[in-house]
C-alpha cells in the first residue's frame, strides 16, 4: 500500500464551488505539506502543518485553507474555487527532523475548475 | 532571498550522458536535493548533498559545489524510462520547508 495517499485523484469543479482534498499517510511523519504544480511555475507551497493543530501559511496561500484533524490527516480546502486553480496539487510528508529530511509525495490530485 | 535556477529542457539520444545543472541563492546553506518527475506523477527522491563534491548511486550522479551555489545531475547510460522532469530543491531559510526549481524536462529519443 502506498505511505501517502490523496483522494480524490481527479475532480472536475465548477467556479464558486467548495472542494476538499485530502491527504493520509502511513508513515508516522509530523510534518505536512501542501502544494500545486502548474506548468512551467514549478511546485509551489501552499500550506504546511508540523503537528496536530499547528498551520502554516506556504508562499501560496490566499484562497486555500487546511486542517490537521490527526497526525496521519492534512486536508485541503478550496472555499469558492475559481479557474485559476486549476492545477496538479500534491501533498508531501517529512520525517521528525529538520526539513532536511527527504519529502514523500502523494500521487496527485488533478483539479479542473471550470 | 532565495532563488533556483535550472534549464527549462533538455534533449539527449539513449546511451549517452547528460548534465543537468542547477545554481542557487540562498541563506543558510542546509543541503540540496534532486528529485525526478514523470509527466503526470508524483516527485521521486533522487538524491540529497550536503557536502561539496560527488556523489554517485548508479547511473545518477550528483555534484554539490556550496561556494558556487552549484550543483548537477549527472545521467549516464540514459534510457527512455529517463525522460522526465528533474527539479532541484534546497530547504528555505527558516528551515521549515523546500523551496523547489522550475524543473528541467529532459527528453530521450532513440
Known amino acids: 500500500d502506498a505511505d501517502v495517499t490523496q483522494t480524490p485523484r481527479n475532480r472536475i469543479t465548477k467556479t464558486g464551488k467548495r472542494i476538499m482534498l485530502e491527504c493520509s499517510q502511513t508513515?508516522?511523519?509530523?510534518?505536512m505539506y501542501w502544494y500545486r504544480q502548474d506548468p512551467g511555475l514549478g511546485l509551489r507551497l501552499i500550506y504546511y502543518?508540523?503537528?496536530?493543530?499547528?498551520?502554516n501559511k506556504g508562499e501560496i496561500s490566499d484562497g486555500y485553507s487546511v486542517s490537521r484533524q490527526a497526525q496521519a490527516k492534512f486536508s485541503l480546502s478550496l472555499e469558492s474555487a475559481i479557474p485559476n486553480q486549476t492545477a496538479l496539487y500534491f501533498c508531501?510528508?517529512?520525517?521528525?527532523?529538520?526539513?532536511?529530511?527527504?519529502?514523500?509525495f502523494g500521487p496527485g490530485t488533478r483539479l479542473t475548475v471550470l | 532571498g532565495q532563488n533556483i535556477d535550472q534549464p527549462t529542457e533538455m534533449t539527449a539520444t539513449e546511451g549517452a550522458i547528460v548534465q543537468i545543472n542547477c545554481t542557487y541563492q540562498?541563506?543558510?546553506?542546509?543541503?540540496l536535493f534532486w528529485y525526478q518527475q514523470h509527466a503526470g506523477e508524483a516527485p521521486t527522491f533522487l538524491s540529497y548533498?550536503?557536502?561539496?563534491g560527488l556523489e554517485e548511486k548508479g547511473r545518477f550522479s550528483s555534484f554539490l559545489s556550496r561556494s558556487k551555489g552549484y550543483s548537477y545531475l549527472l545521467l549516464k547510460e540514459l534510457q527512455m524510462k529517463d525522460s522526465a522532469s528533474y527539479l532541484c530543491?534546497?530547504?528555505?531559510?527558516?528551515?521549515?520547508?523546500?523551496?523547489f526549481g522550475k524543473g528541467t524536462t529532459l527528453s530521450v529519443s532513440s
Open positions: 508513515k508516522g511523519h509530523d510534518r
Open positions: 540562498t541563506s543558510g546553506f542546509n543541503g
Open positions: 548533498n550536503v557536502l561539496d
Open positions: 502543518s508540523f503537528d496536530v493543530k499547528d498551520i
Open positions: 530543491a534546497v530547504p528555505n531559510q527558516a528551515g521549515t520547508a523546500l523551496i
Open positions: 508531501a510528508t517529512t520525517g521528525n527532523a529538520d526539513s532536511a529530511d527527504t519529502q514523500y
